[in-house]
């Protein structure tokens, strides 16, 4: 599928994935695609930002190459590592057949035969469909040197295997780096990309993507769900719920048949919202019951 040539296609392609996003957000995915420069995403967890790479990806009929990024993932790891097994097999073969011709082994164990692609050289590969979204997953858990490494990746999309030489991609990848912020990236490797800060959606917006993840749950419930989440958000918690929770949630009390919110019900279904057993006992008691309240006033007086 061709790149969309204009915000309203950008927002409208995401939208048909099920991924509702503002204006803002839906601008800067259509410069990355328009301009092949990387996105940076950084927002709190469960806000959608690992989404838009699937919505892209899916939208685009592009295959999704994921780098889910940790403390001390390494340039190896993360590009191309040799089938030592493979290797160890053939050696051993060779010496069966008491082939002693070293060089031409050398070459046939550092071949493509025995490569196995990590995410980044999988993404320099040619690709059906064009190039792939490549989607660098909380570049934040990794350390200072494996950012240098990919700052330098992302400037040519061109890695170095020692034993092959040069790989270039014949075309960049469509590239989303997400960060949570747990720590500060490098500017280096923010200036090369276009930068998006994901917040939380407003009671609107989230309406619609639960509508459109939830499409079972009915309006009325939809609503409490949603005006409660947002409600929420304003407490004081170690880790506030994203959408992604409050679709979670949505399931569950769909799951539970569920028509309309009640201080018993969230009692039951916290752990569907909050992943911290000090947040849970915040609601404990009348907290929930209160909270609950405030919601249903909102609505009221919004109505």
Not at 149 to 177: H, M, N, R, Y
Not at 182 to 204: G, N, S
Not at 226 to 243: I, T
Not at 264 to 287: F, N, P, W
Request: some cysteine.
């Amino acid at each position: 599928m061709p790149l969309p040539d204009s915000i309203e296609a950008t927002e409208k392609m995401l939208a048909d994935t099920g991924y509702i996003c503002p204006r803002a957000l839906a601008t800067v995915a259509f410069l990355s695609l328009k301009l092949g420069r990387p996105l940076f995403l950084e927002g709190e967890a469960g806000v959608g930002k690992t989404e838009i790479a699937k919505a892209l990806a899916k939208g685009l009929g592009r295959r999704l190459i994921r780098l889910q990024c940790y403390e001390g993932l390494d340039a190896n790891s993360a590009v191309y590592e040799w089938n030592f097994a493979a290797q160890m097999v053939a050696i051993r073969t060779a010496e069966a057949t008491d082939s002693t011709n070293r060089k031409a082994l050398t070459d046939e164990l550092f071949s493509d035969e025995f490569l196995i692609r990590r995410p980044l050289l999988e993404a320099m590969q040619p690709q059906r469909g064009g190039p792939p979204v490549l989607l660098i997953d909380e570049l934040d858990r990794t350390d200072e040197p494996f950012e240098a490494f990919l700052l330098e990746a992302l400037s040519d999309f061109q890695v170095t295997i020692p034993e092959l030489g040069t790989i270039k991609a014949p075309e960049p990848p469509i590239v989303i780096v997400t960060s949570n912020r747990t720590r500060e990236v490098h500017d280096a490797l923010k200036r090369r990309c276009l930068y998006h800060w994901v917040d939380y959606p407003d009671f609107d917006r989230e309406m619609q993507i639960l509508q459109s993840r939830a499409p079972d749950a009915t309006e009325a419930l939809s609503r409490e769900i949603v005006a409660f989440v947002q409600r929420l958000r304003s407490e004081d918690l170690f880790k506030k719920p994203g959408v992604a929770e409050t679709i979670d949630w949505a399931k569950c009390l769909l799951a539970l048949d569920a028509v309309a919110l009640s201080p018993q019900l969230i009692a039951d279904t916290l752990g569907a919202i909050l992943k911290y057993q000090d947040d849970i006992q915040k609601l404990v008691g009348s907290e929930a019951s209160k909270i609950l309240e405030e919601a249903k006033r909102g609505l009221e007086d919004g109505a």
